[in-house]
């Protein structure tokens, strides 16, 4: 119930960016560069408030756009297209194949299980990085599978101002199970441990982590 609730304010929250997408086209994309950052970071804000954090990333990034040289208002319409895309992907949600839907729980920013099959392989840290998002700090941690090639991303999050649980030093390589999330993503879960990370010399394989 929990899931749900929290699924309903999300929802909320889409409709209400829905609303003020509408208003921004109606007023003319102008109006965005005279509103300033300040519109944004409130609109970015509410939807922290719906719990939908993987929109308040987007809208943070949409405030970036006005004024940012020639041509952003073509950007920023393309950016507001895919953002709706998202808004009404997530408002249907109930009518979306599984995979297609788990993709879109995780752009908003909700919770989603892993539940494909654990893939060992010696992993080699790529990258870490945190990122503060109102209230919640996420890491991203990208992992390299030395025998397999996968690509993987590790999330973890920490609310209230803490800072999130899992870490993993850069160069080191871990001999670990991962558990991919649905979606055909490069997300994944930490699982089994079967020894301690190991320093390797020398740089990450070609090519580095991309979301």
Do not use: N
């Not at 060992?120 to 990122?131: E, F, G, N, S």
């Not at 109102?134 to 390299?144: E, K």
């Not at 993987?152 to 999050?157: G, K, N, P, T, Y």
């Amino acid at each position: 119930k929990r899931a749900e609730r929290r699924a309903e304010r999300a929802a909320s929250g889409a409709l209400e960016l829905e609303q003020r997408l509408t208003d921004l086209l109606r007023g003319g994309l102008a109006t965005a560069d005279r509103a300033g950052y300040t519109l944004w970071e409130e609109t970015a804000a509410r939807m922290v408030d719906a719990q939908a954090p993987g929109l308040a990333g987007r809208v943070r990034e949409l405030g970036a756009i006005p004024g940012s040289g020639p041509g952003w208002p073509v950007r920023l319409l393309e950016e507001c297209s895919l953002l709706h895309l998202l808004d009404t992907a997530w408002l249907g949600r109930e009518r979306l194949p599984e995979p297609l839907a788990a993709t879109v729980r995780t752009r908003v920013g909700l919770p989603v299980s892993a539940g494909g099959t654990p893939v060992r392989d010696h992993w080699l840290v790529l990258a870490q990085y945190d990122t503060a998002d109102g209230r919640l700090t996420t890491r991203r941690i990208w992992l390299y599978g030395r025998e397999s090639g996968r690509t993987a991303l590790l999330l973890s999050f920490g609310a209230a101002g803490r800072t999130p649980e899992l870490a993993l030093p850069v160069g080191v390589t871990i001999d670990a199970e991962l558990t991919p999330y649905p979606g055909g993503g490069l997300r994944a879960d930490l699982g089994r441990r079967f020894a301690t990370p190991v320093p390797v010399p020398g740089t990450p394989p070609p090519g580095g982590p991309a979301e």
